[in-house]
């Protein structure tokens, strides 16, 4: 089995946790819930849930009951993937957006159905080991008798007030006395208290055939909205097989197949193994950098055109991952410039969490309400703001990804694992919106390739590509790693704005004699436990 060095090289105030049971999320409170989990004799996949569901109450600006998950879990035996996007309402034709050129990004026009609930109840009944009311208990608490919000919270909180202060209900949910709650003080939100004591008593059916339906269906058609009632009651989340890439000797890594856009992470490691002899060894030279940066740009040169929701792709994922396609795209890298490639193909807001127990289950879990509150529609009597996951759609007529009834829209976010010899490594993810593929293979590439602690691999500066533009470096690229990177053609970009994400990540990892360590990005307010 790979182990990791214990050096912390970068500026960090996080040091990796050990033990038999772990959890980390991007909220303390969350990890709360979490090890409650554990203590009353939960699993892994309780623990997941309850900090899942903590969090939609405790970090409103990244995900809520309005939007979508993906999670991969170990069982202890094999890994299962769920895909628990939403999909569009019947009425979402493209030529409900005809005129437009993109995709609204606020308000009712913005709003897949959100399908994490489907996707808690699919978890649950297929792994939980508790009862379902008990994993929201923590959630409820924090709803009904409020919480104290964090730095980072309140900091992302005041970045949506000008943006979405208008849309329907947000104002009177989430900015209390007409602004942004500030760090320490408390927040409650009662009406989602109550729906979440709803599903509590009733379970995840309430959301989309119960009160709280009606509540949504309400509010959509005062608002005009296309949604239907057989748009939420006819919606389910999917099972599906996970996607594998061999990286550096016996390591796989595993993401979720499209609608997500894992595969670009796949890509891009694959390209990297198959030219792994001529990497250099320093994971901290502008040379390192330049392999890892001209990769992820081929992979993302196929993901752009060819990616949306499977049933409407013309390239099956098989082939995006062929060794023979793999073989033909890595030496498309020029170890000596950058490069501006085309496809081969052809014919920030979202919460991560990871969680492992001792009897060797493991999970990978991410949600998201994709820009922070997302739509800004928060429907009377809910408390529940809905993401605004419709903006990823295209309106290219004929591309994979444009809008259509009951389709899914290309999604930013993306669970990770790893196995090594057909047992679990490591769960992982990166939050950020669209550097999650990119960040996913600077932090393998450190860890796998490296050996790097996965702490210190979460704690280096990032970069980031913006297609067509150049790449961003953030704060603690030293100067000659920047000199370097624009030496060898790679245009920077100043970071100008304060929204801009670079990635914040948790890590699991399986220690050879037994037992678990996690690390946690201190880019965001959480932290890793254990018991």
Known sequence: ???????????????????????????????????????????AIDAA???????????????????????????????????????????????????????????????????????????????????????LEYAEHYARSGFIVPQGVSSKWGLHVTRLS?????????????????????????????????????????FYEGETAQRLLAH?????????????RDYQSQWVQPLAQRVWGDCWVHELPPNGQGIAALQALGM??????????????AAA??????ATKLALADLYPHLGDPASMRIPPRDWLSDAYLRRRAPLIDPQRA?????????????????????GRMVSLIQSNYDGFGSGVVPTGTGVALQNRGAGFSLQANHPNCVGPRKRPFHTIIPGFVTQGGQP?????????????????????????????????????????EPGKGIYTEPGFAPPLRDGLQALGHPLLPVTDPTMEFGAGQVIWRLPHGGYGAASDGRRDGHAAAR
């Open 220 to 232: 959509a058609r005062q608002y005009g909205s296309a949604w239907q009632e057989s748009d939420l």
């Open 339 to 359: 490069q501006h490639p085309a496809s081969g193909l052809g014919g920030h807001g979202t919460v991560y969490l990871c969680t492992a127990d001792r009897q």
């Open 49 to 135: 849930l309850a900090a899942a569901m903590a969090l939609t109450v405790v970090e409103p600006t990244n995900n809520g009951l309005g939007g979508d998950l993906f999670a991969l879990v170990w069982d202890g035996a094999q890994l299962h993937g769920l895909n628990a996007s939403g999909w569009a309402p019947q009425g979402w034709t493209p030529e409900r957006f005809a005129g437009r050129e993109r995709m609204p990004y606020e308000g009712w026009d913005s709003v897949t159905i959100p399908g994490q609930l489907r996707g808690w109840q699919a978890l649950h009944q297929r792994f939980g080991s508790q009862p379902w009311a008990s994993l």
């Open 1 to 43: 089995m790979i182990t990791f060095s214990s050096e912390l090289p970068y500026s960090s105030t996080r040091q990796p946790v050990y033990g038999d049971d772990v959890a980390a999320t991007s909220q303390p409170l969350a990890v709360s819930a979490a090890m409650a989990q554990f203590a009353q004799g939960g699993n």
């Open 425 to 465: 490594l490591m769960a992982f993810g990166v939050m950020g919106g669209p550097i999650q593929p990119q960040a996913h293979v600077q932090v393998l590439t450190r860890m796998l390739r490296h050996g790097q602690n996965p702490q210190a691999a979460l704690d280096a500066p990032r970069w980031r590509i």
């Open 289 to 294: 950098m330049h392999w890892q940066i001209e």
């Open 166 to 206: 208008n849309q329907p209900g947000f104002a009177e949910t989430f900015l209390p006395g007409g602004r942004a709650p500030q760090a320490g003080e408390r927040f409650t939100n009662l009406a989602l208290a109550n729906t979440l004591a709803r599903l509590a008593t009733h379970g995840a059916d309430e």
């Open 272 to 285: 990297l193994n198959a030219r792994d002899h001529e990497l250099p060894a320093d994971i901290d030279s």
